[in-house]
């Protein structure tokens, strides 16, 4: 147990999410410009992201300026370059940095 008597987080849990749920999950960040994700979460968020290419590159995390991963698995993910990619022709670019 925690300090404040939450159970400590269950990553096997968001082994277990979809790519649907991640999208759902950040879908009310639209107006977030600057987001950070540590390693072990951009290769969980990586796909969904991935599924946005194409028209709906912009359904999620519209404000989306920058980019922060740390580890450099992530920060190679072929995922975050594609979703980077759909999202530059709609006037959303984003830029990708490694997050020291």
Do not use: C
């Not at 190679?76 to 990708?96: L, M």
């Amino acid at each position: 147990m925690s300090k404040g008597g939450d159970p400590p987080p269950r990553w096997q849990e968001l082994d277990d999410m979809e790519n649907v749920q991640w999208l759902e999950l950040l879908r009310p960040f639209t107006t977030t410009k600057n987001l950070y994700l540590s390693e072990e979460t951009a290769l969980r968020v990586a796909p969904a992201l991935q599924e946005l290419a194409g028209g709906r590159a912009t359904e999620a995390l519209r404000a989306l300026q920058n980019l922060y991963l740390k580890g450099s698995q992530s920060f190679n993910s072929g995922a975050f370059t594609t979703f980077i990619a759909a999202r530059t022709p709609s006037g959303h670019p984003v830029a990708i940095y490694d997050w020291e």
